[in-house]
């Protein structure tokens, strides 16, 4: 069974701090994906990576960098965080270009 | 327009109801669709891939039609726990884009 974990559920922030979003898998999976979804608009791809070291943009990533310095770990990272990041973050693995595997979300509000 | 597109509902059925969703998507070049399921305040989970040719899974069915760019899914005799939130998605060119609906929400009541 895939198991991707992502570090906090709940999280609360200030405007302007700079914050951190873990994900970790335990599959081996190649692809590495944060999405954020919001009410209405469904989920949208912020950043991916196919590989260590590798990352490409997805539809969203002003705001956004990540980091992928292990296989099995995708940081998301906030540079300085805004009201308008305000969502629910999900990560998620896949193997090719296969199902993909969520972890549970985080759900950030920045004041 | 969106790239996909799905009836946000909500859909209230009774248990044992069959219920239909549509999802429409606009690239033409799409050439894998898929429906996920996702639980209040849980993360989206495959329910199952939709091929060509319709494909079946219990009381799930999907089916594809390319020629009016749209997918369908059907639940035939519907649980309470069939209550979910259900989420159409398109791959445009067989890679990692992936395409997400915002998704049809189902309440099955007893």
């Known amino acids: 069974d895939v198991k991707v974990t992502q570090s906090s559920r709940y999280l609360v922030k200030r405007t302007g701090e700079k914050v951190f979003l873990e994900c970790v898998q335990d599959?081996?999976?190649?692809?590495m994906f944060w999405y954020r979804q919001d009410p209405g608009l469904g989920l949208r791809l912020i950043y991916f990576s196919y590989d260590v070291k590798m990352k490409e943009k997805g539809d969203i990533p002003e705001g956004y960098s990540v980091s992928r310095e292990k296989k099995e770990r995708f940081s998301l990272i906030l540079e300085s965080a805004s009201t308008n990041q305000t969502s629910m973050y999900l990560c998620?693995?896949?193997?090719?270009?296969?199902?993909?595997?969520f972890g549970p979300g985080t759900r950030l509000l920045v004041l | 327009r969106k790239e996909v597109e799905q009836d946000p509902g909500p859909f209230n059925v009774p248990e044992g109801a069959t219920v239909a969703f549509n999802c429409t998507y606009s690239?033409?070049?799409?050439?894998?669709f898929f429906w996920y399921r996702q639980d209040c305040r849980k993360e989206p989970k495959l329910l199952m891939s939709v091929y060509s040719s319709g494909n079946e899974d219990g009381r799930f069915t999907a089916q594809l039609n390319r020629a009016s760019q749209y997918i369908s899914l059907l639940i035939r005799d519907s649980k309470l726990s069939d209550s979910a939130t259900y989420l159409c998605v398109v791959n445009v060119y067989n890679n990692n884009d992936m395409r997400f609906g915002a998704g049809t929400r189902l309440t099955v009541k007893p």
């Open positions: 599959m081996d999976h190649e692809n």
């Open positions: 998620a693995t896949s193997q090719g270009i296969e199902t993909q595997y």
């Open positions: 690239n033409s070049a799409s050439q894998s």
